[in-house]
């Protein structure tokens, strides 16, 4: 059998063709921003990551089910350029161009079957509209094919997409070019409040944008008066600064939901704190008094050293209810993370689930899992402790009564489906920011002494009529006894005849 012949020469020049086509140099890594969700993580719920109706960027462009808004991303073109008096479109497509290799470099692919002429283009419709969808959405300037609710939700659902994204420099350029640099920080702080369910990540604002700041960013005057200022800025201090260095619109969302991660996300409570110190302590004293001592008797439990109290799983919110574990909203959370226990309840901010927030959900896991790894992934450790105590549509309906969930999504059994298939083909590190919570719990749901406190009061204080029958039979128990003692007090002391 003859061997089959190979073109040597032909095959070493189409390789080196394609190795010079790559970004960057030898073993060093580079710093792409944007990336496709990998197939492990989309693959259970592919429809959380594909665009509905409109594509931003290259790697959906051409879609046939997303051409019909192809023509508002010009009408969006042409509404921007009419904002400034300065700005024309060789100015945008001349600025477009000169940022078209630091826009190449920021995808995870080559993107070699856009030419230079596609891609310019491609940055300044999908940059424009942006842009132009964002100052839409705050001046209430609605195109009327957008005012339809369905496919404004379903347009909000597309931009929070990992895979449906351009550089935020390009919004940036064509922002500075409009406005200059003029009142940034307030139209880059409302991109999230716009795009993000507010009511559940940003609480403490108004539902209604204040006026005050649509019409600056709207129309910026010269200078902001005083007063308007003060206002201003105390509404924008409840929304956390964006990054220095804002890759796209998933990053700007995901850096308001943790935004300083390197904080202690968590509070325990202080008792546990002091039981382990006092473990600790009476540990080492007790070695120091007896260094060559067997006797059983002499040994302390350290947490997690004689019993494997698990900092990575915890039982359903029904064994929790069971054990002792009461669940509360949390008043007036730092932000969306913001969980803590505290003498036996765990509180939680309220979070309200619609359709929109199973987009934001899947897309900032697979946003952290790209651009941090699990080594650094709060977001992700936040939505596996909401899966933990969720087996069953009766552990939803436990943390609805409480007030920490809202379902707007239908059945109790859809939201419980949605959370346990929110993290299929994820991973986080050991140490996450919840460990020692969890561990807390667990130490706390498996004391004897809780769980029948909790038994206790689950059998005969459940209801009022039940603690009143339990009164009720204590006073007759106490007045039983009373009696029993003054008759036989009585029998004793008889007075003699």
Known sequence: MEEAQIDVAGLVTSLQCQLDTLWGNANKAENFTIFRT????????????????ISIGPFHRGQPHLQALEEQKRRFLRDLLSRGDNISLDLCISEMKL????????YSEMLDDLNSHEFVEMMLLDGCFL????????????????????????????LVLQDNQIPFFIVDKLYELIFNQDHRMIFVKYIPYNLLPNDSVFPDIPTETPDTIDSIIADPPAEIPDSTNSTIHS??????????????????CYHCL??????????????????????QFLSRVLKRRSP????????????????NISSMLIPSAMALKQMGVKFKPKNNPKHMLDISFEYGVIKIPTLKFHDTTKFIFANLIAFEHSKYGKEHSPFTSFVVFLDKPVNTAKDVTILQECG?????????????????????????????????LYTEVNRYAESSWHRNRAKLIRDYFHSPWATISVVAAIILLVLTLVQSFFAVFAYFHLPNP
């Not at 094919?145 to 404004?152: D, F």
């Not at 943790?258 to 473990?279: K, W």
């Not at 060559?292 to 019993?307: E, Y």
């Open 38 to 53: 990998p197939h492990y993580i989309s693959q259970s719920k592919k429809k959380l990551f594909e665009p509905s109706v």
């Open 99 to 106: 940022l078209e290799t630091r826009t190449r470099r920021c």
């Open 131 to 158: 842009l132009e969808y964002c100052l839409k959405s705050i001046d209430g300037n609605w195109n009327p094919i957008l005012e339809i609710g369905w496919k404004s939700n379903f347009i909000k659902s597309d």
């Open 235 to 252: 509404k924008l201090d409840k929304i956390p600064d964006p990054p220095h260095e804002i890759h796209h619109l998933v990053h700007l």
């Open 258 to 279: 943790v935004s300083n991660p390197e904080e202690p996300l968590v509070l325990i409570s202080t008792m546990f704190r002091a039981n382990s110190l006092i473990h």
């Open 292 to 307: 060559h001592s067997t006797s059983r008797s002499l040994s302390v439990p350290l947490p997690n050293s004689s019993r």
């Open 404 to 436: 920490i969930i809202e379902n707007w999504l239908g059945s109790e059994d859809e939201l419980t489906q949605f959370i346990n298939q929110a993290t299929e083909g994820t991973t986080f590190s050991r140490n996450h920011y919840l460990a020692e």
